[in-house]
């Protein structure tokens, strides 16, 4: 019998200004896994070690760069940590992914998130586990670590969320290396490693409210920024007044961005970091003016402006003007040499999904 579906899993702009690893949005703009199972077609993936034939869409981000066995791709990887730690050890013969992905890689719109995501997803599909999306953040969570983008992919929407405290125990798990956990690729043999299995309920969140007269822009540079570099330059620890400084805003933003009419005057400032942004000035060229010099008195409709995720995307949210705010950050952009694109997004509300056909 032949088994067909499809997994779609949103992008996401992560920490919204003063909401570091905290606050998430899943965007509308989506990775799409087209999966079918036939047992007749076995040998078209006889030559991949967990018999999969993975492709992606010439016009897909990654299309160059991914690679395209199922030991080496994120996505496939992580549905093989998940088969493998309820003990199945292959995709069954026959699977064919063809990938679609309009998320521009390394650019802080939660391109990993979403492939882990889709990557779990897969893995719950393919075994038949059933498991439900607080357990799959489980699985994600063992490979992404932090829960922002993750949980807003996941669950769409405008998403606060923490990872709860871990027993002694369950700390051994999630400190295990990564490697241990996503198979290496190991020149076609299976090591029959056994990977633990996650802690449950390691990730915590709420949905908030939003209100839909706020749209996204992003600005997109056309160089890429790891999330592991942009992490790099943080520091180890922050005075209490700058932690503050970002509580103080957090707690105001999660319910501005709910009210209606939304209120620049209140988003704006709200929307300012101390924990993350300036530090990772020096890794944005351009990025202090653009924070500084597109405001809503300059630019009426905008309500506030961030780094999206690890950067170098900007993310402004806005009522109206959308192309002479990305405009003017595209130009300052321009005049410290980066190219750009740019898109307005609206929320994806329902996070992933998995559609069968
Ligand atoms: N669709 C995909 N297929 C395969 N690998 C992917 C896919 N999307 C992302 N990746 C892997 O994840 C890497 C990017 O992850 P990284 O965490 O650095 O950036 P990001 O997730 O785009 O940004 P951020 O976490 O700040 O939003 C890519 O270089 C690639 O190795
Ligand atoms: N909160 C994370 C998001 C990127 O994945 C960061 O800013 O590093």
């Excluded at 809503?296 to 309500?303: A, D, E, I, Q, W």
Aim: proline share 8%; charged share 20%; aromatic share 6%.
């Amino acid at each position: 019998m032949v088994r067909s579906f499809v997994v779609k899993v949103p992008a996401s702009s992560a920490n919204i200004g003063p909401g570091y690893d905290v606050l998430g949005v899943g965007l509308a703009l989506f990775l799409e896994l087209n999966v079918s199972i036939d047992p007749t077609q076995a040998h078209l993936t006889k030559d991949d070690p967990n018999n999969c034939l993975l492709s992606y869409s010439e016009d897909s981000e990654g299309f160059d760069s991914v690679p395209l066995r199922s030991d080496a791709n994120l996505i496939t990887r992580t549905a093989l940590y998940v088969m493998r730690c309820n003990n199945i050890r292959a995709f069954p013969s026959g699977t064919k992914i063809h990938v679609t992905n309009p998320i521009p890689l390394g650019r802080g719109l939660g391109s990993s998130g979403a492939a882990v995501v889709a990557g779990v997803m897969l893995g719950n599909e393919i075994g038949q586990l059933g498991f439900s999306k607080q357990r799959m953040l489980d699985y994600c969570l063992m490979i992404e670590r932090h829960p922002d983008n993750i949980t807003a992919a996941m669950m769409g929407g405008f998403c606060g969320s923490f990872l709860r405290d871990l027993t002694p125990q369950e700390l051994e798990r999630r400190e295990i290396p990564l490697a241990e956990v996503l198979p290496e690729p190991t020149g076609g043999e299976d090591t029959g490693l056994v990977p633990p299995l996650p802690p449950t309920d390691i990730g915590r969140h709420v949905k908030y409210n939003w209100n839909p007269k706020i749209k996204c822009i992003a600005i997109i540079p056309q160089f890429e920024l790891s999330t592991a570099d942009s992490r790099g330059v943080l520091p180890k620890a922050y005075t209490t007044q700058d932690l503050v400084f970002n509580l103080q805003r957090l707690a105001v933003l999660t319910n501005a961005l709910t009210l209606d009419p939304p209120n620049a005057n209140l988003i704006y400032p709200a929307m300012q970091d101390r924990v993350h942004q300036p530090y990772r000035k020096i890794l944005i060229p351009g990025l202090t003016d653009i924070l500084q010099s597109v405001t809503p008195s300059t630019y009426p409709g905008l309500l506030g402006i961030c780094l999206s995720g690890a950067g170098p995307t900007i993310l402004a949210l806005a009522t109206e003007n959308f192309e002479d705010i990305a405009q003017e950050i595209i130009n300052t952009f321009d005049r410290n040499n980066v190219e750009c694109t740019w898109k307005l997004l609206e929320l994806a509300h329902d996070g992933a999904t998995v559609e069968q056909y």
